[in-house]
C-alpha cells in the first residue's frame, strides 16, 4: 500500500513568514499533485508535478518533486492571510490499473495571522 | 466554465431517513469519484466511476451507494444515516490521460444528521 506522510499537520505563522510543507512517501508516483481548500469549499488543484526534479512556481509559491519521484515540497514565500487554507498533496500510484485513485497525505492546516 | 457540480451544498437529514447527494460536471470527464471528509482531514475515497463501472473501496460501508444514469450526472444514496455520517462529501471528475489523473472537485454537500 502506497502511503504519503505529509508535514507539519498543522502551521501557524504571522503574514510575511516563509514556510515549507513537505510530501513523503517510500513508493514512487508517476505524478503528484498539490490542492488547497478553503473552510466549506472543496479542494482546488495548484499545481502537477510530473517529472523527477521538477520545479513549478505560482506566484509565491514553489512546488518541487524529488528526483525520484517519491517526494515533494510546497514552499511559500512571504505569506499572506489569503493563503490560510488545508493544503493536500496527492499522488498518483505508479501502476496499472489504478484508475486515476489518488493518494492523499493528511493535509497541512495553514493559518496565516495578519 | 466547465465545472463540478454539487447540489445540495447543505443538507439536514434525520437519523435512519435516506437521503441523496447530486453531483453533475461539464467537464466530460469520464471518471466521476465520491469522497467523505471529516474535519480538515484528507478526503477518503467511497467509490468512483470509471465510465460505466462502478468501483467500490473495500471499506465503503453498505450503507452507502451510487448511481451514475450518464456521463454527466452522479448519485451518492445513503440508506440509512447515522450521526456518524455526518460529513462533508466531495464529488470529483477525472479525465484518464495517462499518469496525471488530476481531479477536480465539486465545492461539496455539508451534511448533517440530527
Known amino acids: 500500500t502506497q502511503l504519503l506522510e505529509q508535514s507539519p499537520q498543522f502551521l501557524s505563522i504571522q503574514e510575511g513568514e516563509n514556510l515549507t510543507v513537505y510530501c513523503n512517501s517510500s513508493?514512487?508516483?508517476?505524478?503528484l499533485q498539490w490542492y488547497r481548500q478553503e473552510p466549506g469549499e472543496g479542494p482546488v488543484l495548484l499545481v502537477t508535478v510530473v517529472t523527477g526534479g521538477e520545479v513549478k512556481k505560482l506566484k509565491r509559491l514553489t512546488f518541487q518533486f524529488g528526483d525520484a519521484r517519491k517526494d515533494s515540497s510546497l514552499h511559500i514565500t512571504a505569506a499572506q492571510p489569503g493563503d490560510t487554507g488545508l493544503y493536500l498533496c496527492?499522488?498518483?500510484?505508479?501502476?496499472?490499473?489504478?484508475?486515476?485513485?489518488?493518494?492523499f497525505g493528511k493535509g497541512t492546516k495553514l493559518s496565516v495571522k495578519p | 466554465d466547465a465545472m463540478v457540480i454539487q447540489n445540495p451544498r447543505y443538507q439536514v437529514t434525520q437519523f435512519g431517513k435516506p437521503v441523496t447527494l447530486s453531483c453533475s460536471q461539464t467537464?466530460?470527464?469520464?471518471?466521476m469519484y465520491w469522497y467523505q471528509q471529516k474535519s480538515s482531514q484528507a478526503p477518503k475515497l467511497l467509490f468512483h466511476?470509471?465510465?460505466?463501472?462502478?468501483?467500490n473501496e473495500a471499506d465503503t460501508p453498505d450503507n452507502f451507494q451510487s448511481r451514475r444514469p450518464n456521463t454527466s450526472f452522479c448519485f451518492l444514496d445513503i440508506r440509512s444515516p447515522g450521526l456518524g455520517d455526518a460529513a462533508m462529501y466531495l464529488c470529483a471528475t477525472s479525465r484518464d490521460s495517462g499518469r496525471f489523473y488530476e481531479q477536480y472537485f465539486g465545492p461539496g454537500t455539508r451534511l448533517t444528521v440530527t
Open positions: 467537464l466530460n470527464h469520464n471518471v
Open positions: 466511476y470509471y465510465d460505466k463501472d462502478f468501483n
Open positions: 496527492a499522488g498518483a500510484p505508479n501502476y496499472g490499473g489504478s484508475q486515476g485513485n489518488l493518494i
Open positions: 513508493s514512487v508516483f508517476s505524478s
